[in-house]
């Protein structure tokens, strides 16, 4: 845990250790999970936290597919902390591959506790991979940048 903030516009106050640097990750999501996602032991239901990243996952390959895409594979997904009601959770996204059809993303969540605002830790980690499709739902080649 750290008290430094994950933000990309501060980059120049000291990040966390392990923390996504600037030039690594950027900043493509915030949200605050609420007492309707959690599960039998009161924290937040992992399946929640899964479809939070599959959509921050999504927000990089966006600008490049420019268009349909589908998610084909999570390839990675470690909850490495509980989540817990009222966390602020910051998502951050860097591109790891970018294939003919596909687009590989490393997706970094830390929380602020609710108790502890300014204090960051890292919640989670996944690698995900979005296919670009056409209209009938088949790969196509991703654009040119
Ligand atoms: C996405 C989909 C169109 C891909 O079709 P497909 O016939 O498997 O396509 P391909 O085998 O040609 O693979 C397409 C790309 O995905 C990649 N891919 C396929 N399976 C993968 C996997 N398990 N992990 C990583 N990449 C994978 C391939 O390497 C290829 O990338 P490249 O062109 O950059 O080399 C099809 O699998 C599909 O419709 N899946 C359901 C998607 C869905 O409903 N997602 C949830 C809601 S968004």
């Not at 392990?18 to 605050?32: A, D, N, T, Y």
């Not at 084909?72 to 490495?80: D, G, I, S």
């Amino acid at each position: 845990m750290s008290t430094a903030p994950p933000s990309n516009s501060q980059a120049s106050m000291p990040l966390p250790a392990g923390f996504p640097s600037p030039s690594q990750g950027e900043l493509v999501m915030k949200v605050i999970p609420m007492p309707s996602d959690v599960n039998a032991n009161g924290d937040i239901f992992g399946g929640w936290v899964m479809a939070q990243v599959d959509l921050a996952g999504s927000v990089l390959p966006a600008r490049r597919v420019k268009g349909r895409m589908a998610t084909v594979a999570v390839n990675e997904f470690v909850f490495k902390q509980p989540v817990r009601v009222g966390d602020i959770l910051s998502f951050y996204a860097r591109l790891r591959r970018i294939g003919r059809t596909s687009i590989t993303v490393a997706v970094e969540v830390y929380a602020e506790r609710y108790s502890a605002q300014g204090q960051y830790m890292k919640v989670t980690e996944a690698n995900l991979t979005y296919v670009a499709i056409d209209e009938e739902g088949r790969p196509r080649p991703i654009p040119p940048a």
